[in-house]
């Protein structure tokens, strides 16, 4: 499957459990929603990532890939030690300047 950069990085940094790297993934302005919270900015993204690697230490296998324009969908099983493991779940990103700029993690 054919994935741009900045999302094989953030598939790799979550396998790494490299929280720091994940977060240089995401522009200082971006934005993720997930588990019904919205994250702002590269510090609040990477002390959510941070925490969910050490609550849930999940692993992301990654599924299909659609991209249109600047938007894109990740869909990837992804399993740990939460409640309903594994799951199969969309990351709809948005990317700015090679980064992603915006995620929503959805079912």
């Not at 999302?7 to 240089?24: M, P, Y």
């Not at 249109?68 to 948005?94: C, H, I, Q, R, Y």
């Amino acid at each position: 499957m054919e994935l741009p950069q900045v999302v094989s990085r953030f598939i790799e940094t979550q396998h790494n459990c490299d929280s720091k790297a994940f977060a240089d993934c995401f522009t200082e302005s971006a934005t993720v929603h997930d588990e019904g919270k919205t994250h702002n900015g590269k510090q609040e993204i990477h002390q959510w990532i941070q925490h969910a690697m050490d609550a849930y230490k999940s692993e992301l296998e990654p599924l299909s890939y659609k991209q249109t324009g600047l938007s894109g969908v990740l869909t990837a099983n992804v399993s740990g030690t939460f409640p309903g493991s594994p799951v199969k779940l969309n990351f709809n990103f948005g990317f700015k300047d090679n980064l992603i700029d915006s995620l929503n993690v959805t079912e």
